[in-house]
Each structure stands twice: as structure tokens, then as C-alpha cells.
């Protein structure tokens, strides 16, 4: 006969328990990470206290998913399975990088501090378009590199109108989308490498047009 007051236990092994307490984890981000994306929409929070926090569960969550994404069949499904309803969460950890990167445009039209911002997005530029010319294809090589341009091109004043932002949107929903050691295809690279160049041309030729008017 079941003993009511006895404790159910969700393990019977030290594997088991890890795993459980991964899942556990994972849940948990996806809930912090959904309320902060809320919060930070009605300015329950600001730009300042929000990117650190959405990093950092950005972070924890990538490194949980090497551990556990094999199990799980991909976050969707984990969602899936345990009937959460999280769209503001799924959609930060799809892009993989914080709203203020995504949506920023906060150089102004001149001075000093837009140089900078226009010598760091450049090089963030040639650096990435270097690995694909290098033949770098896995996502731990490429990702980072992706990442660093979307922060600085989101920077810009009218970026969120041009056509690049979406091209380099798509492809670091693409890398984000896979594991560390997964490589792109050949015709991936092509295509990729042709969409970053024409972002690239399209910054300058706006930045330009910016300046003239």
C-alpha cells in the first residue's frame, strides 16, 4: 500500500537527478527571462539594469542547452512539453542577444562618439567577412563575431529601416539556432558572405547620404 506521507522521488540515480535539476534550471530561465522582457517593455526597468540581466540569462541558458538540448528535442519542444506559454522568452532566446541590441539605433548624426561608433562597426565588418573569406564555418567561430556587428549596426540612427538589418538578423537567428560545433554549409557561407557585403555597403552608402543632408 502507497504511503501518503512518504516523499516521491523524481530519481533514483545521481544522472537522473542532474538531469532533473538541469530542467528545473531551464524552466526557471525561461520564466526570469519572460518577466524581464515584460518588465522591460513598460519601463519597469531600463536599458541599463535590463542587458546585463538578459545577458547573463542569455549566458546560463547557452551553456544549459549543452547539456541538455540532446534531451530535450530544442527549446520549442521543451516549451511544448511542459505548456508554457512564454512568447516575450522564445523570441529573446531565438535572436539570442538582448532587446537593445536588436532594436537600438542610439548614435547621433555627428561628433566624436559616432566616429568611434562608425571605426567599431567597420572593423566588426572586415573582422567577419575575414573568417568567411578564412573558410570559418562553425557557429563557436562565427557567432561571436555576428554578434559584436549586430550590437554595433543597431547602434545607428534609421538601422532598423535598412535592408542589412534583417540579413544579419536572419543569420544570427541561423547561428544561434545551432550547436557550438555545427558548421554551415558551403553554399551558406556564399550566401552569407554576399548578404554581409551588401550590409556593409548599404551602412556607408546611409551614413553618406546622412551626412550630405
Not at 89 to 110: C, F, K, M, Q, Y
Not at 121 to 145: E, G, R, V, Y
Not at 188 to 206: K, P
Request: proline share 2%; charged share 25%.
Amino acid at each position: 500500500m502507497m504511503n501518503l506521507d512518504e516523499e516521491v522521488r523524481l530519481w533514483t540515480t545521481n544522472a537522473e537527478r542532474e538531469k532533473t535539476e538541469n530542467l528545473a534550471t531551464l524552466y526557471s530561465i525561461i520564466v526570469s527571462l519572460e518577466y524581464l522582457e515584460r518588465a522591460y517593455v513598460r519601463d519597469s526597468v531600463n536599458g541599463k539594469e535590463y542587458a546585463p540581466a538578459c545577458i547573463k540569462l542569455l549566458a546560463q541558458y547557452k551553456s544549459l542547452m549543452k547539456l541538455v538540448g540532446n534531451d530535450i528535442g530544442g527549446v520549442e519542444a521543451f516549451m511544448t512539453r511542459f505548456k508554457m506559454d512564454h512568447p516575450a522568452a522564445l523570441h529573446r532566446l531565438t535572436i539570442g542577444v538582448p532587446a537593445t541590441v536588436e532594436h537600438s539605433s542610439e548614435a547621433t548624426d555627428g561628433g566624436a562618439e559616432a566616429g568611434k561608433w562608425v571605426a567599431e562597426t567597420t572593423q566588426s565588418f572586415i573582422t567577419f567577412m575575414d573568417a568567411l573569406k578564412l573558410n570559418l564555418k562553425a557557429k563557436d567561430q562565427l557567432h561571436p563575431f555576428l554578434t559584436d556587428l549586430m550590437s554595433g549596426y543597431s547602434r545607428f540612427k534609421g538601422s532598423g529601416e535598412w535592408e542589412g538589418r534583417g540579413k544579419i538578423l536572419h543569420w544570427l537567428i541561423t547561428l544561434n539556432a545551432m550547436k557550438a560545433s555545427d558548421e554551415i554549409t558551403e553554399e551558406q557561407s556564399r550566401q552569407m558572405l554576399f548578404d554581409i557585403e551588401n550590409a556593409y555597403n548599404e551602412f556607408f552608402r546611409s551614413l553618406s547620404s546622412n551626412k550630405s543632408t
